[in-house]
């Protein structure tokens, strides 16, 4: 096994003397990528080695040799933080916003740090946000859900009424419609957390819509279409269709990973719509009210409509289709060093289970098939892993799902060739990102 | 109570969905909904017009209105790109003819306006009465949002000057929407019935097509696109944004790593209390530190204010009574939703400066 502190990687800090002439050239020249990098990520492993010589050369790792803090005095007492929170060397993993994307930040995105999650569930701190008119804390107790409509009987629910009904936990992931749309012409965000980061997984707690219809007495036949609405400023309100709810897939959700559902998120109340974009999870769920056709509403006549090449848009686009992509690497990282990497992403599908993942180092030229890690669950994440040798030269990585249905997520080409590129949203394409010589990951498309 | 028939419900009954009597199943759960309970809620208003209340309104009196409660963040013509996306402009009689918005078709409109788009006036009617005025959605009456809608649809000369808008007048307004024509939902992302079988979609079918080859795929890979060395540094430094454990780092592409973390003065907590409530209530959606955005930067108020005897007086009332004329054109709103102790710590923050803390 090689010593650390020794490893030969192409990131390793060189103090400034060791520089060659070109190198000192490619800086002066304004190139301020890996150098500098380099010198800055060093601080800690600069002291390795002067550590080192002192302890004598060949002694071992300091980090063996000289105790740490945590070894050597008491820690802290239980409840110190009656809520837990992450190590404060995880501090760069938060929700970010793009800078630009909008001028708002009460009708906003925050994205999820993709970047730095295993697994597939987004912890609940993490999930990405999207509001309307801004996010409040809502009083449970003067929360309500109401049913009305094509009901038999127009009824009203308390948030005690709905948590004494039988519930159900379900694992799936929220994806915005939006999400990738900033990419749809060209590359313009750096990282996966702003290019793929308004998708998010979790478990899901509540009650399925059905039965709650079931009790009302909803009218099946003629009622084909259900409006959920907001109690926010926004009211938000979307149009589902009810085979969805008679499926019983749809769920009235308090409940996300155990707790609550984290106020951005809707609390106390949210529709789950498994597989559909994250617009129809409607937040801080006020009324269902159901009907005979579609309501036509802001986020379904102004925003949320896909433009396709000659005007026309599409209206009422739903279903998340199948997509993949790269967490790590990925754009905006340095890999340490050539040698064994763990190419890790995720996949999922608005129609059902993921069935096969393959992954390109050549840019799409030759594929081989991802390692799908369990559990693979319909219309949830699924976490892929593939082993891959780094030999140090250029390369663009790419991965590639396949659903239950058969659907094969569509390159660039492909998908431009159908919906050109002002659609905004429903941009599933094959994601590539190009590793350099230096190490460095960096956002480019393949068509 | 309930809005169908016997008839519905006998066939709601035979559709065996279980729920002869409602709450049946689940006794002690939930109860019925009062009619006045649902009619305070049920505001939505459908294409078909089922849910339009009542009411008129003309263009002249949305122009007043609308200067008053929506020019500060969509302009004075409905034009303003500064605080959201245009609602009025990129539409035309001929689209007004046909339903169709050429400019959608042809491009070389730099921004889709709200009137490019939107199919039906039930959808603007319907919102403006959710969701409007931003800090303050739900407070118009019925008048008023047929007044505030006459007055857009005349901007996007849909309709004339001397128009009233009813619930009767909204119908033929809907047959004069300038991209009525431009929606369709044949397409595979509507997860219900199809349109052959009673639906809106085409059943879930995809429009694109890749099949999943494995080897030789292509001849050669075609780079079409990368991030321009601009856009690096747009996102702030990336090294921050990565673990600092693992097989990567990120990449450093904003100014110089910091060796500890400053020492951050903590500020005086009455003064930031301001600048949290300017933040939180949507000031700095209209006036930036520094810059204009809609109104004046908020430095150049105090500049301008700050020698004023009555200073804190003056400012606290132009923040609770709006006000124009002083800055420019676009008049600034009564700012109804801050309470007292807001106003107050808003206006000391400006006189200390209105910075960030």
């Known amino acids: ?447 | 109570m309930s809005r169908f028939s016997k008839t519905l419900v006998a066939l709601a009954l035979t559709a065996g969905m279980g729920a002869a009597t409602a709450f049946e199943g689940y006794p002690g759960i939930g109860r019925p909904a009062t009619p006045a309970e649902v009619q305070a809620w049920d505001i939505d208003v459908r294409p078909d017009f089922k849910g339009l209340p009542s009411g008129r309104g003309t263009v002249a009196d949305g122009e007043v209105l609308w200067e008053a409660k929506c020019a500060s963040c969509h302009g004075i013509f409905g034009e303003s790109n500064e605080v959201f996306t245009p609602l009025i402009g990129g539409t035309t009689q001929e689209d007004i003819r046909t339903g169709r918005v050429r400019a959608l078709a042809e491009g070389g409109f730099p921004q889709r306006t709200t009137m490019m788009k939107v199919p039906t006036v039930s959808t603007l009617f319907d919102y403006i009465r959710r969701a409007m005025p931003w800090t303050a959605p739900k407070s118009l009456s019925d008048d008023e949002v047929y007044a505030l809608l006459a007055y857009m649809l005349h901007l996007a000369e849909v309709v004339p000057a001397d128009f009233e808008l009813n619930e009767r007048t909204i119908r033929e307004v809907q047959e004069r929407m300038p991209n009525r024509n431009g929606m369709t939902t044949d397409h595979g992302m509507w997860p219900g019935a199809p349109a052959s079988q009673g639906g809106i979609g085409n059943g879930g079918v995809p429009d694109v097509r890749n099949v999943a080859c494995m080897s030789d795929c292509k001849p050669a890979v075609e780079l079409v696109s990368a991030l321009p060395e601009y856009a690096r540094d747009a996102h702030g430094n990336l090294a921050e944004q990565n673990r600092v454990v693992g097989p990567v780092r990120g990449q450093q592409t904003v100014g110089e790593a910091p060796a500890v973390a400053p020492a951050v003065a903590e500020a005086d907590s009455a003064i930031k209390a301001g600048y949290d409530a300017a933040r939180a209530k949507g000031c700095l959606a209209c006036h930036g530190l520094d810059n204009r955005v809609v109104g004046p930067g908020f430095k150049e108020v105090v500049a301008r204010h700050r020698d004023r005897a009555d200073a804190a007086a003056y400012l606290a009332g132009k923040i609770r009574s709006g006000g124009s004329g002083v800055w420019g054109a676009v008049p600034m709103p009564p700012q109804g939703q801050l309470t007292d102790a807001e106003v107050e710590a808003i206006v000391n923050w400006l006189l200390s400066g209105a910075k960030a803390p």
């Open chain 1, 1 to 447: 096994m090689t010593n650390p502190a020794f490893r030969p990687g192409r990131i390793r800090p060189a103090p400034e003397n060791f520089l060659s002439e070109e190198q000192i050239k490619a800086v002066a020249a304004g190139r301020r990528d890996f150098l500098r990098s380099a010198f800055l990520a060093a601080g800690a492993a600069m002291a390795a080695p002067a550590a080192m010589a002192a302890a004598g050369r060949g002694a071992g790792d300091p980090a063996i040799l000289e105790l740490p803090e945590w070894s050597t005095s008491l820690g802290k007492p239980v409840a110190t933080n009656p809520y837990g929170q992450p190590s404060k060397y995880e501090a760069g993993l938060v929700r970010r916003q793009s800078p630009g994307l909008t001028r708002v930040p009460g009708s906003s995105v925050s994205f999820t740090p993709l970047q730095g999650l295993f697994g597939i569930i987004t912890p609940s701190g993490l999930h990405f946000e999207r509001h309307h008119q801004g996010w409040h804390d809502v009083d449970p107790n003067r929360h309500r859900l109401m049913i009305n409509g094509m009901v038999k009987t127009e009824a009203v629910y308390t948030m005690d009424d709905l948590m004494r009904l039988p519930s159900v936990s379900r694992i799936h992931f929220i994806e915005c419609g939006a999400n990738t749309g900033m990419e749809w012409g060209n590359v313009a965000v750096p990282t996966v957390q702003y290019s793929h980061g308004m998708l998010s997984c979790s478990e899901f707690t509540g009650v399925p819509l059905k039965l709650i219809l079931d009790m009302c007495g909803a009218d099946y036949k003629k009622g084909r279409y259900i409006l959920a609405e907001g109690a926010d400023g926004s009211s938000m309100t979307r149009t589902i269709p009810m085979e969805m709810v008679e499926s019983g897939e749809v769920l009235v959700a308090y409940g996300q990973n155990g707790e609550m559902l984290r106020p951005e998120n809707g609390y106390p109340l949210r529709l789950v719509v498994p597989g559909v974009q994250g617009v129809s999870w409607v937040k801080w769920l006020r009324r269902i009210e159901v009907g005979d056709m579609p309501w036509g509403t802001k986020d379904e006549a102004v925003h949320y409509i896909d433009m396709m090449p000659g005007g026309l848009h599409r209206q009422y686009t739903s279903i998340q289709e199948c997509k993949s992509v790269i967490t790590s690497p990925s754009g905006g990282q340095i890999l340490l060093d050539k040698g064994f990497h763990n190419i890790t992403g995720l996949a999922w599908s608005g129609r059902g289970k993921i069935v096969r993942v393959d992954v390109s180092t050549d840019g799409g030229i030759n594929w081989k098939p991802a390692r799908l890690e369990e559990p693979v669950l319909s219309k949830a994440l699924t976490r892929f892993n593939c082993d891959w040798v780094w030999d140090g030269k250029p390369c663009i990585l790419q991965s590639r799902a396949v659903d239950e249905t058969g659907y094969v997520q569509p390159s660039y080409g492909q998908l431009r060739k159908v919906r050109g590129t002002a659609s905004i949203y429903h941009n599933n394409a094959i994601q590539s990102w190009k590793v350099s010589e230096s190490g460095e990951v960096g956002n480019v498309q393949v068509l």
